[in-house]
């Protein structure tokens, strides 16, 4: 199955349970840039779009450019959100285009020296590049616990194919690279744990050790929830390069 395809059925899931981003996180992209109403941002990687309306919320026109057409259909409309059917290795944008070209949790799906050629070619001069993702502050308990039972039941390297993916970003051009943090929390009810859950591409599906891990999720729920929602506490890190 294509990195594509691995996503087809799991809309519904991503749209009830997938945590935004904070305003800071999309704030320092633009930041130094001018007017934001002014500016153009490529998403690489949309997905339901939760990225492309945070940023246009911001002020820019957003361009989401997302391959998989059920993550398209599921996205709620935004006027400042032109939807593209194209991927990072070849966007379907003119050249020198856009302001910023951003992947949110999405950058381990490319493929890195195409997916950056593409971007040289879509950004203005003296545009940026920024890969953002949310990861588990396992500081947190129950972050900590919920983490525990995706490594226990992850059906590949996902995981560690993120952490190799931020890196090799840093290594784009290590002299103008910025990195920065956010705290971010995920309210959650049991649904809400178990649909969290069922986005993941890399956890099981409608088998014995899908029903084994939902069963573990709702100890958890049973374990931290308070007034029925749990917490789940996350880091937004923001990797920039400028140009």
């Known amino acids: 199955m294509s990195f594509t395809d691995r996503f087809s059925e799991l809309a519904t899931a991503y749209v009830a349970a997938r945590p935004s981003y904070p305003e800071e996180s999309v704030d320092i992209l633009i930041d130094g840039m001018g007017d934001p109403a002014s500016l153009a941002v490529a998403d690489l990687g949309a997905g339901t779009g939760i990225s492309s309306r945070v940023i246009a919320a911001r002020g820019p026109l957003v361009y989401a450019i997302e391959p998989n057409a059920k993550m398209r259909d599921a996205a709620a409309p935004d006027e400042r959100v032109k ?29 890195h020296p195409a997916g950056v050629a593409e971007a040289r070619r879509i950004l203005r001069p003296g545009g940026r590049l920024a890969a953002i993702y949310n990861e588990r502050d396992e500081r947190d308990p129950f972050t900590a616990a919920y983490g525990a039972v995706v490594m226990k039941y992850a059906t590949d390297a996902t995981e560690q194919r993120r952490a190799n993916a931020l890196a090799s970003f840093a290594a784009i051009d290590p002299a103008h690279t910025k990195r920065f943090e956010y705290g971010n929390v995920h309210m959650l009810d049991r649904a809400g744990v178990h649909q969290r859950a069922d986005s993941s591409s890399y956890l099981p599906k409608g088998n014995d050790a899908a029903r084994a891990m939902h069963d573990e999720l709702d100890g958890l729920v ?5 007034d029925g929602v749990v917490k789940m506490h996350l880091v937004t890190l923001v990797v920039r390069v400028d140009g």
């Open 222 to 226: 049973d374990a931290f929830e308070h």
């Open 83 to 111: 939807w593209v059917d194209g991927t990072a290795e070849a966007s379907n944008l003119p050249a020198a285009s856009v302001d910023v070209v951003a992947a949110f949790q999405a950058w381990h799906w490319v493929d």
